[in-house]
Structures are given as structure tokens and as C-alpha cells.
């Protein structure tokens, strides 16, 4: 566990814990002020609280087995981040699919990027085996993540047309990685 400081935030950036099991709701309530806002990420359904429990399992086992790492952000016992790299499985298994998300108000102000740099030095150091490639997906239109991968070390490696539907109509996914 490491407390930093953003501009004037005091947040505490850790690994996902069997305790947290105790907080799903904070981590329901997380994800769901995503789909609320309308955010460019996948999901555009409220998860269930069921549904929670069940994913936070799942990823806890992952972590166990070392096919996953997943950090999270706090801030006054809030959660406003998390990020993940999930190994990929069989011919597949050195590539890490990366997730991150930030809250509104934490954006921008370098929490993203020392995540980053904290969710790729955690996975060369716990995942089995360790991922030579890390993979991820964003929207075509989200021009702020699209660049800020780049800041990361990312490049573009794919374009997908029409593969998600979001506003109303179908855009394209941008996939990147990054190589270690």
C-alpha cells in the first residue's frame, strides 16, 4: 500500500485484497458511476450487486493462480481508480489484456500514469508467465485515452471498424499495445 500525492490529493494506490470482498458495494457502486456518466468503456449496463460479488471472485482467483494483478485507488474511502492486466490463455498466454479507470474529477492529474507504471511493473513481477505484450481496446472517438496510451508507450496496432456501439451509432475500436 503506498499513499501519493496528486496535486492536492492524498490517494492511496493498492492491490486488490480477499477483505475487499467485504466492500463489494463500494466497487459496485465504482463501476456503476461509470455507466451513469456515460463513460467510453464497455460496459453500459448497472452491474447488480450479485454480479459484483461474482466478478470480484473471479479476479481474486486470477490474481491467486498469477494470471491477473489488479491495483486500486482511494481517495477519503472512496474508491476513484482501479487498473488490471489479465493474462490471455493457451498460444495466447504471454499477451495482458489492460484495464484502467479513473473517476471524473481524478483524471488529469497524473494518477493514470503512475498507475500505469504500477499495473505493468506488478504484472512482470507476479504474472506466470511473464507477459512479453500488453493488449488493450478503446474507442475510436476517445481521442484523451488514445493519446494518453501513446504518452504511455503505447502504439496503435489495429483499427476495427464498427464494433461498438455507442451515442447511437457503431464506432470503431482501436486496439494497441504495448511491447516489454
Not at 65 to 77: Q, R
Request: glycine share 8%.
Amino acid at each position: 500500500m503506498k499513499d501519493k500525492t496528486f496535486i492536492d490529493k492524498k490517494i492511496t494506490i493498492r492491490q486488490f485484497l480477499k477483505s475487499d470482498l467485504k466492500n463489494v458495494k463500494k466497487f459496485r457502486d465504482f463501476i456503476n458511476s461509470f455507466v451513469e456518466e456515460d463513460a467510453q468503456i464497455m460496459m453500459n449496463e448497472k452491474i447488480s450487486l450479485k454480479g459484483e460479488v461474482e466478478w470480484l471472485k473471479g479476479k481474486l482467483e486470477s490474481i491467486k493462480k498469477g494470471k491477473a494483478v489488479f491495483l486500486v485507488a482511494e481517495h477519503n474511502g472512496r474508491i476513484i481508480g482501479t487498473t488490471g492486466i489479465n493474462l490471455r490463455i493457451w498460444r495466447e498466454n504471454r499477451i495482458g489484456n489492460l484495464n484502467i479507470i479513473i473517476k471524473k474529477g481524478y483524471r488529469g492529474i497524473g494518477l493514470g500514469t503512475y498507475l500505469m507504471k504500477e499495473i505493468i511493473k506488478l504484472s512482470e513481477r507476479e504474472l506466470k508467465p511473464k507477459p512479453k505484450n500488453i493488449r488493450l481496446g478503446v474507442f475510436s472517438t476517445n481521442k484523451l485515452a488514445i493519446e494518453f496510451y501513446r504518452k504511455c508507450g503505447f502504439k496503435k496496432v489495429a483499427s476495427v471498424p464498427k464494433q461498438i456501439y455507442f451515442k447511437g451509432k457503431l464506432r470503431d475500436e482501436i486496439t494497441m499495445l504495448l511491447y516489454l
